[in-house]
Nanobody
Framework: QVQVVESGGGSVQAGGSLRLSCVASGYTYSSSWMGWFRQVPEEDREGVAFTDSDGSTAYAVFVQGRFTVSKDNAKNTLYLQMNSLKPEDTARYYC???????????????????????WGQGTQVTVSS
């Protein structure tokens, strides 16, 4: 059974940094697609950063230059280093795991893609001005 657990969220002031971690167990980690998403109440879940099994990465336009996604295969852990945080980054951040080549988009995922992924429970990030 695949389990996905996020950690590292918290409250910071604008301009601060946080590093989120995601550990996926029960999955062939080195050959997976993994991604970070975020969601605020009453809005759709949106993509933040993705990394595929070939090491490629993709970022939402609103985070480029501030966030960095990385994967440590030896520790089976996905990271999201978030710098220069803004109040509008306040959201619950979710980690998702899927097969290589997952056709995820930064906007609302099609239902077939959403339900093909394994999701964690999320970790809250709050940025105050």
């Amino acid at each position: 059974q695949v389990q996905v657990v996020e950690s590292g969220g918290g409250s910071v002031q604008a301009g601060g940094s946080l590093r989120l971690s995601c550990v996926a167990s029960g999955y062939t980690y080195s050959s997976s697609w993994m991604g970070w998403f975020r969601q605020v109440p009453e809005e759709d879940r949106e993509g933040v950063a993705f990394t595929d099994s070939d090491g490629s990465t993709a970022y939402a336009v609103f985070v480029q230059g501030r966030f960095t996604v990385s994967k440590d295969n030896a520790k089976n852990t996905l990271y999201l280093q978030m710098n220069s945080l803004k109040p509008e980054d306040t959201a619950r951040y979710y980690c998702a795991v899927g097969p290589p080549g997952t056709r995820a988009t930064m906007k609302r995922l099609p239902p077939d893609v959403f339900f093909s992924l394994y999701w964690g429970q999320g970790t809250q990030v709050t940025v105050s001005s």
